[in-house]
Each structure stands twice: as structure tokens, then as C-alpha cells.
């Protein structure tokens, strides 16, 4: 990681010379991806987008970032959320539950959502716009029918691992910058797994778009910092 100064004191320093910042047009963006940074791009699928069976507000938004963001990248990781017909994470499976209700899975707490990402289906596509030509891995979650799967690293059950951690550290990456959807589900979860697995997380914020359902943006943002995730934006990036 090349890390250099820290936003909050690239603000000061904006903040105390103006009058140089004048004879500066730009400044440069403080943080340079190298060969142990890796870009995860979370399921930026037709189903999270309007038209699509679970939209998140203004989630195709987001993909002309992302694009633009992949050019700093040697290596892109993309998940894709693929479920079952039937999934448990469905409220359509649960007799007289409705979305956004929630369910206890033997695992705990589950929020049932409406069918979506269906395996195979258009709605489970990757966006079309989506253009990553460094990408080299799509890790599909999601697809043990009893078990949902918001985090990229591991199963909600939090037992079974998907992988990705072990072909991450086997390519000797050290670092992940997480984007997609949404902010406060797949993307939170898959930072907090990463910090917790020993990798240096960001989150690109504008690279990624909330649920928000009863405040678990505000939560998810809480959680993070509180367990070292450092919240940027994609324009920090170099
Ligand atoms: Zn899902």
C-alpha cells in the first residue's frame, strides 16, 4: 500500500492553504493499489438494480465508478449472488412471512427477502455495463438452499468458507477495497469477514449503494469503523 497522507489530514492541509491550493489545480488522490491490493466487486447483478427483483436505490449508478476504479486494479474479485428456486432466504418459502420480515434459521436471525437471483436467471446476470477486463475470479454465493450467504469470505452460518480468503492469500494479497451492493448487507458483511480473516479493508462508499432497512446503514457503518474498516471514496484512489 502506497498511503500517503491520510484523508482526514489531506482536509487540513486543503483547509490551511488555500491560497496554494489556487496555484494547484488538482491534488493528487493518496492512495495507489499495487500488486497485494485486490478490488471486490459485489454483486452488481441485474436483481440489485431498478427492474431487477431487489432494487437498491440508484445501484446501477455505480457502475461507471466501478469501471473507472478497475483501471487502478491488477486484480478484481466479483461475487455474484446465486440462489436456489426456494431459497430460505426467501419470504416466498416461509408460510405467512412477507419481505423484509424477519425469520429465525438455525443460525440466527434471517431477513427474508423477495425471490431474487434466481441461479441461471437474466435478474442474476452480471450488469451488462459492467467492464472489468482484469477480473479473474466470480465467487458465487448463496447457493446452498438452507443457507443465505451476504458475505463473500463465508456462509451466514458462519462456518462454511467460500474460498476466497485462502485464493486471496495464495496470490499474496494483503488488502481489499470492497465496492457493490448493497453498502449495508453483502458489502458490510464481506468487510467485516475480511478484517476479521486479516486483511486491510476500504470501502469505497460512492462505489456502493444502501438498503437502509430500519437503520442498518447507519449500523453497518458503525460496525465497520468499529472494527477497522476504512471508509473512502472512489475519487482517493490513484
Ligand atoms: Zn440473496
Redesign the pocket.
Known amino acids: 500500500m502506497n498511503l500517503t497522507p491520510s484523508g482526514l489530514s489531506r482536509r487540513i492541509f486543503l483547509a490551511s492553504t488555500a491560497a496554494v491550493a489556487l496555484a494547484r489545480p488538482s491534488f493528487a488522490a493518496t492512495i495507489k493499489p499495487d500488486a497485494k491490493s485486490a478490488l471486490i466487486v459485489v454483486d452488481v447483478q441485474n436483481c440489485f438494480v431498478d427492474g431487477g427483483t431487489?432494487p437498491v436505490k440508484g445501484g446501477a449508478q455505480i457502475v461507471p465508478i466501478i469501471n473507472k476504479l478497475a483501471g487502478s486494479f491488477e486484480n478484481v474479485v466479483v461475487t455474484q449472488?446465486w440462489?436456489t428456486p426456494g431459497h430460505a432466504?426467501f419470504a416466498s418459502t416461509h408460510a405467512g412471512k412477507k419481505p423484509f420480515e424477519t425469520t429465525q434459521m438455525p443460525y440466527g436471525t434471517q431477513v427474508l427477502?423477495p425471490d431474487?437471483?434466481v441461479q441461471g436467471s437474466d435478474d442474476a446476470a452480471l450488469l451488462k455495463d459492467l467492464k472489468l477486463p482484469t477480473a479473474q475470479l466470480i465467487i458465487r454465493k448463496?447457493f446452498h438452499k438452507d443457507v443465505?450467504s451476504y458475505s463473500a469470505f463465508e456462509e451466514a452460518d458462519r462456518k462454511t468458507s467460500t474460498g476466497l480468503a485462502a485464493y486471496l492469500k495464495a496470490r499474496g494479497i494483503d488488502t481489499v477495497f470492497v465496492t457493490g451492493l448493497a453498502t449495508d448487507f453483502c458489502v458490510a458483511w464481506t468487510a467485516l469477514d475480511a478484517r476479521k480473516l486479516g486483511f486491510n479493508v476500504y470501502v469505497i462508499e460512492d462505489a456502493t449503494r444502501a438498503i437502509d432497512l430500519n437503520g442498518s446503514l447507519a449500523a453497518a457503518w458503525k460496525q465497520m469503523a468499529d472494527a477497522g474498516v476504512k471508509r473512502i471514496q472512489s475519487g482517493d484512489i490513484a
Open positions: 431487489l449472488d440462489h432466504s427477502w431474487h437471483c448463496g443465505d
